[in-house]
């Protein structure tokens, strides 16, 4: 990869306004006053966000490929990936477990639904119309489908259309197929792709410098139609849901850190700029090269972040799978519902499967959830008009919380199978390496 360049902590530093943090959290604040004070001129700023969004995703498949091929071609031992993609997964289903049992226990010890009292037939279907069609393609589909929907029609196809599994899973082949070739040919090829990766990561920093423009539009659009008072009536989910996230972040992720020898608030703090991103974006997207790179610096072996935190963006989503259970088992308080054990244990089953995948579907969330429900027929599905008015800020905590457990899940298998330098990401954690992803 490209040759990284580090900067001591010393009594040098640069400007406090020229700092990606407090340039985001700026506009973040900005956008804020604008969507209070102007509500129409700042739902016009979307545009902001959109454009942001898109630069992001024109360079998101590329970089992927060529990282996951350079990491697997660099790694020499064919067995060594084969492990870390098993050790990965592995840790990714114990993890989603716990997140699913997290949202359900949490919504059975605060409740967030009862006293609502809904009556199911008052609500209106109209309002799920948007995602019917996601949904319907969701329906009867099993694990077969969704294995099967991995491989892509063409690697143009999956490139084109942004799909990061389908990219990871033609990356993976070639990559393998890279190194079994080896030789001048193979170095040749290797080389040029590990030049074409320093080109996009430079093309990345660049894109990074309108992080705050793209926060800007997202919080503006976001307060100026949605307004504070879209949280009154289902505030206590919200703020549950929120909760919920900061007890797994800190609490399970930040043990499972510890076990690591890394502290989870250092760790936060590092990635302070690209969280704020993605809160704002309600998108992870948003910040995936960037996070790329800066595991990278920390110390984390660049064959094991290509692999683990594409792979992570479909079958690692934390956030997301304790919004599953808290979701359905809100709807069910909401509307009266009785659940059994027997529910109970169907729900956290199939929201295992349903949860895989989610990322990158419009709607994703009401869309997996509807999917989910279907499985649980005591709970009306309509219910899920509930919660559409507030998805969008539930959404901006799902991103987040998702983001933080797959660079987490990546941290951990490096340590796992010894890819991780503990004195650098210690150093970089302590402040004593400055690292900026807008250098390239």
């Not at 997290?102 to 199911?120: E, K, Q, S, W, Y």
């Not at 309509?382 to 919380?401: K, N």
């Amino acid at each position: 990869m490209a040759t990284i360049t580090t900067t001591t902590t010393t009594s040098e530093r640069k400007p406090l306004y020229t700092s990606l943090f407090v340039q985001v959290l700026a506009a973040l604040v900005l956008g804020i006053v604008l969507g209070m004070a102007t509500p129409d001129f700042a739902v016009s700023l979307k545009i902001l966000s959109d454009a942001f969004l898109k630069l992001i995703s024109m360079i998101v498949a590329p970089i992927v490929f060529c990282v996951v091929v350079h990491g697997i071609a660099g790694a020499g031992d064919l067995k060594k990936v084969g492990r870390v993609g098993v050790k990965a997964l592995v840790y990714f289903e114990v993890m989603t477990t716990v997140a699913l049992v997290v949202g359900l226990l949490l919504a059975f010890a605060f409740g967030p639904g009862h006293g609502m009292n809904i009556d199911p037939s008052t609500l209106d279907a109209k309002a799920l119309s948007t995602y019917a069609g996601n949904a319907q393609k969701l329906k009867g589909e099993g694990i077969g489908t969704f294995l099967l929907n991995i491989i892509p029609t063409t690697s143009f196809d999956a490139l084109s259309r942004n799909d990061v599994l389908q990219v990871l899973f033609f990356a993976i082949l070639f990559g393998v197929s890279l190194a079994l070739v080896g030789g001048e040919k193979g170095e040749k090829v290797a080389g040029m792709i590990d030049a074409v990766s320093t080109v996009l990561f430079r093309t990345m920093g660049l894109i990074v410098r309108v992080a705050p423009l793209g926060v800007l539009g997202a919080v503006a659009y976001t307060v100026g139609k949605y307004g504070v008072g879209s949280l009154k009536q289902l505030v206590s989910l919200v703020m549950l849901f929120y909760v919920s996230v900061a007890i797994f972040v800190l609490g399970v992720l930040g043990g499972v850190m510890a076990l690591a020898g890394l502290n989870i608030l250092k760790f936060l703090s590092y990635l302070r700029e690209e969280l704020t991103i993605v809160l704002a974006t309600a998108s992870s997207d948003a910040v995936l090269p960037q996070i790329m790179r800066k595991l990278e610096r920390m110390g984390v072996k660049d064959s094991v972040v290509g692999l683990v935190i594409p792979t992570g963006y479909s079958f690692n989503l934390d956030a997301f799978s304790i919004y599953l259970t808290l979701a359905v088992v809100f709807i069910a308080q909401a509307t009266n519902t009785p659940l059994s054990l027997g529910d109970l244990l169907l729900v956290l089953g199939v929201s295992l499967i349903t949860s895989k995948g989610a990322h990158g579907v419009p709607g994703s969330a009401i869309v997996i959830l509807a999917a989910t429900l279907n499985a649980v027929p005591s709970i009306p599905a309509i219910g899920l008009v509930l919660v559409l008015s507030v998805d969008w800020f539930i959404g901006m905590a799902r991103a987040v919380g998702n983001l933080i457990g797959n660079c987490v899940a990546t941290v951990v298998v490096a340590s796992w199978e010894g890819d991780l330098d503990r004195a650098k990401a210690q150093k970089v954690l302590d402040g004593g390496e400055v690292v900026d992803v807008t250098a390239g």
